[in-house]
């Protein structure tokens, strides 16, 4: 089945360094979905990219998804700590695919912002 | 707040037990998922309904089993637990059935905590 890999498992940095994640996936995806989670919270949907090649900007925010739509980045310009927390991609199924609207979780990246 | 609420936050119980979570989708949303969260697995995704009927199914166990209801609330259904099924339970919810190629963001609940001892 599909299976999405996600590196690094942990990142510490310091405020004001840059961070970035990587998503990767065993098959073509149909789209991919960024969510974040507070250390004791729930996910929260941050975007989602659709098109191949795509870039998409919030804030200090930038997430890629690549060529082939088999990989996707998140870069975190100058980190804050509010930044804290796991970052995990999702991926959607793609148009062969029957299970609608099921994502494929990385295993996230935990960011830790030393003040 | 996502909308989404989970009852209860907190459950304690044995093993061999079993236990019902509760999850109610935000207002006018159709699909539920399950996921699983452990420490070692990251989000499991275990199934999915929409108004009612089963779309998708993750690695869910045979113990465990979940249905929609008309009201569009949710329960999952643990049974004969066991120490491993410790973990946060999710709930999602999205506002329609996902077509081939096209998914739609999901607006997760607080969680269940489950502790099996």
């Known amino acids: 089945g599909q299976q999405v890999m996600q590196i690094p498992q942990y990142q510490h940095v310091q405020e004001g360094e840059d961070f970035t994640t990587y998503c990767n996936s065993s098959?073509?995806?149909?789209?991919i979905q960024w969510y974040k989670q507070r250390p004791g919270g729930h996910p929260v949907f941050l975007i989602q990219?659709?098109?191949?090649?795509e870039v998409k900007k919030q804030k200090r925010l930038t997430f890629q998804f690549g060529e082939a739509k088999k990989n996707s980045s998140l870069h975190i310009t100058a980190t804050q700590t509010t930044d804290v927390g796991t970052y995990f991609c999702a991926g959607g199924p793609n148009a062969g695919g029957t299970s609608y609207g099921k994502l494929t979780f990385g295993q996230g990246t935990i960011l830790t912002v030393h003040p | 707040d996502s909308g989404v609420t989970q009852t209860p936050k907190h459950l304690i119980t044995a093993t061999g037990q079993r236990v019902t979570l509760r999850c109610s989708p935000r207002?006018?949303?159709?699909?539920v998922y399950w996921y699983q969260q452990s420490l070692d697995q990251g989000l499991q995704f275990l199934i999915q309904y929409y108004n009612g009927e089963e779309r998708a199914k993750g690695n869910i166990l045979e113990r465990f089993s979940a249905q929609q209801f008309p009201d569009l609330h949710s329960e999952l259904n643990l049974s004969s637990l066991e120490l491993g099924d410790s973990a946060l339970y999710f709930c999602a919810s999205s506002a329609t059935l996902a077509f081939p190629g096209r998914t739609y963001e999901q607006y997760f609940g607080p969680g269940t905590r489950l502790t099996v001892t």
């Open positions: 207002s006018g949303d159709l699909s």
């Open positions: 098959t073509t995806l149909s789209n």
């Open positions: 990219l659709v098109k191949s090649g």
